[in-house]
């Protein structure tokens, strides 16, 4: 039933929409406040962040890449052939000489903290100096202050348009705007769907708790704060985040989180191995075992959903996580 109703709903936002265009070169486009210009549709592509990897596969340009890295999960299943044949150059954050070694003419980043004025592989000037292209996805950028606190600091609330821009302008980069018009309108309408499986679920007095990963399993969790990414997911289900910080994902001690006792804990389940909590199921241990967070409700009642780590980041699986949500929430039991 789902998959028929996210079709029409697909279907419906075609309705209207301009007939896409034809770029015309030189393209240039302000990306996150420089100025980036294409002669032409780049050949060679290198991602740094998944969400720039699936989305490029999402339009067909698989073909285009010619690396990927920075890796939260393993790629959508639909991706796994295309993805293979695109070599992996880190599973974290690869080295400044490793993406240039690739000869890209474009390199589309995640987070500003890998590509930025303090980037862990360079800074956009110094891709520039060697002619390469560098687009920054602006949902980590608009917005947001990624000088302060350790993922960035929000200073205005998320807004999910910033990734239909993302899609769009890459599609104008790469000349295949019909793909990018296409893909926006499936992210949207699974976007409705979610919200449409809750139109008679009141959830006035729902609260959850986002937990992303811990640098010890005793230490203060990283959890998803106000204004961010996985805080919109929560405030377009009508779901109310307990943390208040608006860094992107603070860390917080579990004597905080365990009276704020969220109705639901939701977990990222991820494929990297950087911490030892990055294991979902170290979390799930944590949670039972630990004398402070086993008295919390969520806990108790298994009220914990697992989610991809991805699902939680500003690209195309966010609007698979709101629908993963969205079951979990409207049946009231978790969907892992």
Not at 113 to 135: D, H, N, P
Not at 147 to 157: E, F, H, P, S
Not at 161 to 181: T, W
């Amino acid at each position: 039933m789902l998959p028929r109703l996210i079709a029409l709903l697909a279907s419906l936002s075609f309705t209207g929409l301009a007939q896409a265009g034809t770029t015309h070169y030189p393209l240039t486009l302000e990306n996150c406040g420089m100025p980036q210009t294409f002669a032409q549709a780049p050949e060679r592509a290198v991602t740094i962040g998944q969400a720039g990897s699936e989305m490029l596969y999402a339009l067909g340009l698989g073909d285009k890449l010619a690396g990927t890295s920075l890796w939260f999960n393993n790629v959508l299943p639909e991706y796994q052939a295309v993805n293979a044949r695109v070599p992996r150059l880190a599973d974290n954050e690869p080295s400044f000489e490793a993406v240039v070694a690739k000869r890209p003419q474009l390199v589309a980043v995640q987070f500003e903290w890998m590509v930025g004025a303090q980037g862990a592989v360079a800074t956009r000037e110094q891709f520039a100096e060697l002619g390469i292209a560098t687009y920054l996805l602006p949902s980590d950028c608009e917005g947001k202050d990624n000088l302060v606190g350790a993922d960035g600091t929000r200073l205005q609330a998320f807004q999910v348009d910033s990734i239909y821009k993302s899609v769009s302008q890459l599609a104008e980069i790469f000349d295949v705007q019909e793909r990018g018009a296409a893909l926006n309108a499936d992210l949207k309408a699974r976007l409705a769907s979610a919200r449409l499986q809750l139109r008679d679920k009141d959830l006035s007095n729902t609260s959850a708790l986002f937990w992303f990963s811990s640098s010890e399993l005793a230490a203060a969790p990283y959890v998803a704060g106000r204004q961010g990414v996985a805080d919109f997911m929560l405030r377009t289900l009508g779901v109310r985040n307990v943390v208040d910080s608006t860094e992107e994902w603070p860390t917080v001690g579990w004597e905080t989180l365990a009276k704020a006792n969220p109705t639901w804990l939701i977990i990222a389940r991820m494929d990297r191995r950087r911490y030892p909590a990055d294991d979902y199921q170290k979390k799930l241990e944590f949670l039972r075992k630990d004398p402070v967070t086993k008295h919390m409700d969520a806990v108790k009642y298994n009220r914990v959903i697992l989610l991809d780590a991805e699902a939680m980041q500003a690209g195309i699986r966010l609007f698979r996580g709101l629908q993963t949500l969205s079951a979990a929430f409207a049946s009231g039991h978790a969907a892992q």
